[in-house]
């Protein structure tokens, strides 16, 4: 007898990888719309690899930058 182990799903649904994203639906479905993100069509359903997420989310990423003021204006620290 075999025992079966707990897998992580190689794809996902919309609401997964909305609820993975910590975003809403809404904006899964928009970026899917824009095709803004990758994603595949299984027959009338959307689904999502799980790398592919992770690499939207990678290169979404905002590197902050450091801020100096002058004369009450703030300006990008060189």
């Known amino acids: 007898m075999t025992t079966m182990t707990t897998m ?7 609401e ?3 609820a993975y994203m910590s975003v809403p639906v809404r904006f899964i479905r928009r970026l ?6 990758r994603f595949h069509k ?4 959307i ?15 905002v590197e902050p930058i ?5 004369d009450g204006r703030a300006g990008i620290a060189r």
């Open 32 to 37: 899917v719309f824009e095709r803004r993100i």
């Open 47 to 61: 689904r999502f690899d799980l790398v592919d997420l992770d690499a939207f989310l990678d290169a979404e990423v």
């Open 8 to 14: 992580r799903p190689r794809v996902i649904g919309v």
């Open 42 to 45: 299984v027959g009338k359903y």
């Open 66 to 70: 450091k801020v100096s003021w002058r």
């Open 16 to 18: 997964d990888a909305a």
